[in-house]
């Protein structure tokens, strides 16, 4: 096996594995919370494909997307405007390490007071949690920038705007995608936490109305969806990370 068919089997292998321990293990048994895999791989094509997608797949969607959305436009915008200012970044320091520890699962009750039960509060507590790995990433990446590359800039009286999209933005592009996948995680967990509170559809709805009607088998069928999910935008982002910095990887080369 060459090293390109190797690094395309090797990452398929442990989860093949893992299913099929699953299987022979769950296979024939009669535990309540246990079903066989079989019969939640049965609901999960029943339920999934796709006779629930626009009732609770499309909602979850929409929020996550729109909410990382918001969080990668604010989290740059900001962090570009603190890390390029030693004065702002002092200024502001403190309340940003104090809004980092503060929960956002912690706000929801707040926001359904504010907002209400629906959509725009869902992609509200997801930007409340999403924006922070991106927003600190962005400023240490700007803050980052060689000083060799500073001085070219001054000496050459380069505009402020070449100055950002053509030298910082560039330079703080790894770290702010690094920051774009953390956020992606966050914005998966909190999607979910929030439609355990509040909404009326969703992936993390479904799952809570299949635990509290003790439909085990479903319950276990959402919980796969969620993760299948979150693989997948896992590894579209890793597509668009690998094409917006391809120079960067051909710089270290």
């Given amino acids: 096996m060459n090293a390109r068919a190797a690094r395309i089997a090797l990452p398929a292998l442990v989860p093949i594995a893992l ?45 996550i997307l729109a909410g990382l959305g918001i969080s990668v436009v604010l989290g740059i915008a900001l962090g570009v405007v603190i890390g390029l200012s030693d004065y702002v970044a002092t200024a502001v320091g403190p309340v940003l390490q104090f809004l980092r520890y503060l929960p956002a699962v912690a706000l929801l009750p707040l926001a359904i007071q504010l907002i209400g039960i629906g959509q725009d509060m869902r992609i509200t507590i997801i930007v409340l949690g ?8 962005t400023i240490d990446g700007v803050r980052g920038t060689p000083p060799a590359f500073v001085d070219v800039a001054r000496s050459n009286r380069v505009r402020t705007v070449d100055w950002i999209f053509r030298i910082v933005l560039p330079n703080a592009g790894p770290q702010i995608f690094a920051g774009i996948r953390a956020s992606l995680a966050v914005s998966v967990i909190l999607m979910f936490a929030s439609e355990l509170l509040g909404a009326s559809r969703g992936i993390g709805y479904f799952i809570l109305q299949a635990q509290r009607q003790f ?4 319950m276990w069928s959402g ?31």
């Fill in 19 to 63: 299913i099929a321990i699953w299987w022979f293990a769950s296979a024939g048994s009669t535990s309540f919370y246990f079903p066989p895999l079989e019969t939640i791989l049965r609901r999960f094509r029943e339920l999934w494909l796709f006779a629930l997608v626009p009732e609770h797949v499309v909602p979850s969607l929409q929020a």
């Fill in 223 to 253: 919980m796969l969806l969620l993760g299948i999910i979150g693989y997948a935008l896992n590894l579209i982002l890793m597509v668009i990370e690998h094409h917006v910095l391809a120079w960067h990887r051909k710089s270290r080369t």
């Fill in 130 to 137: 999403a924006l922070w790995p991106i927003l600190l990433n």
């Fill in 215 to 218: 439909s085990i088998p479903e």
